[in-house]
């Protein structure tokens, strides 16, 4: 079956430094690719929308300075948090679907555990 | 606002009992999905339905989308251990992004001996 694959799954970096998190679809191609956050004992938010090709598309209350979203190629989609904080430590995933149509299964990166000391 | 609610927010049951998280939508829904997760892993998607009415079953894991779509149930039958985790339900909601999946509160399910 399809495979996202993200990585790192863990990365410690100091406060005010940037981490580049990637996320890849194995063996299709996603036009659309979806990063979400997870909080402790919390379920997903939705974070951003990237399109490949074009500028991503951010939820309400999402620092689009803060998270660049770059979808440069059919199968990779990065984000990179900026000048990272404490309070960005967080469960980081993201998501890829085969096309535009709704009545396709969602593929999961493992995710990324971001800790900023 | 959640536009995905589930319940109940937590759940411990005894082994080889039967268990159902329910997931109510405010709006109709396009496609309805069931995910388990391990807390710090990524996703394992169980179940994606689609059509008001639609039931389907894995293993002993049974989803049920009503009418309609805008509730869906998830029954566990003779609960194990290995079933243990988070549930999500996640949906694709008609009249927003077509290809967007948001998610439910979640579900916490605990199995014990």
């Known amino acids: 079956g399809a495979v996202v694959s993200q990585h790192p799954s863990r990365v410690i970096c100091k406060s005010g430094t940037s981490v580049k998190i990637e996320c890849r679809s194995l063996d299709f191609q996603a036009t659309t690719m979806f990063w979400y956050r997870q909080f402790p004992k919390q379920s997903l938010m939705l974070m951003a929308t990237s399109n490949e090709g074009s500028k991503a598309t951010y939820e309400q209350g999402v620092e689009k300075d803060k998270f660049l979203i770059n979808h440069a190629s059919l199968t990779l989609s990065t984000l990179t948090v900026t000048s990272a904080h404490p309070e960005d430590s967080s469960f980081y995933i993201c998501?890829?679907?085969?096309?535009?149509?709704?009545?396709?299964?969602?593929?999961f990166g493992q995710g990324t555990r971001l800790t900023v000391v | 606002s959640q536009e995905l609610e589930q319940s109940p927010q937590s759940l411990i049951v005894q082994e080889g009992k039967n268990l159902t998280i329910n997931c109510t939508s405010s709006?109709?829904?396009?496609?309805l999905y069931w995910y388990k997760q391990k807390y710090g892993e990524g996703l394992i998607f169980l179940m994606m339905l689609q059509k008001g009415g639609e039931e389907k079953s894995h293993e002993k894991i049974t989803a049920k989308l009503d009418e309609k779509k805008q509730q869906s149930s998830l029954h566990i039958t003779a609960s194990q251990p290995s079933h243990a985790g988070i549930y999500l339900c996640?949906?694709?909601?008609?009249?927003?992004?077509?290809?967007?999946?948001?998610f439910g509160t979640g579900t916490r399910l605990q199995v014990t001996l």
């Open positions: 998501s890829a679907r085969r096309g535009w149509m709704v009545d396709t299964e969602a593929f």
């Open positions: 709006k109709t829904l396009y496609g």
């Open positions: 996640g949906a694709t909601i008609r009249g927003g992004t077509a290809s967007k999946l948001t």
